[in-house]
């Protein structure tokens, strides 16, 4: 299960939305194996969020089920046999959508909070 402990009280679920969003957007710049993309997260979050492989490869599943990534096996930098993840045009088109929906949750909670 992928955690925020953003909040400094504990760590909580993020919805399967975010992750979904997070690993589309980490796979944007270059293919990675789901090792590499939790990293990936974790590390651009600050440890602020870790990401489970009991629910990183459910979502990869579902993803690639959607048509937004394709996957092949490749060798890792350790010489290791991995699957790489690809992000699709079709994963790109939703990534795009999926960035505007939080851009305007994170601003319309930034307006509440100004209040």
Excluded: F
């Amino acid at each position: 299960m992928p955690r925020d402990d953003s909040s400094g009280a504990g760590r909580g679920p993020l919805g399967a939305g975010t992750l979904e969003m997070l690993i589309l957007k980490s796979l944007g710049a270059a293919s990675m194996h789901g090792y590499g993309i939790a990293q990936h997260i974790q590390r651009l979050s600050r440890d602020v969020l870790s990401v489970e492989q009991g629910s990183l490869y459910p979502a990869l599943e579902r993803l690639q089920a959607k048509g937004w990534l394709k996957s092949k096996w490749g060798p890792t930098p350790t010489g290791r046999q991995a699957r790489y993840y690809t992000i699709t045009a079709s994963g790109r088109t939703q990534l795009g959508e999926k960035r505007a929906e939080y851009d305007r949750l994170a601003l319309a909670v930034a307006r509440v909070m100004r209040a």
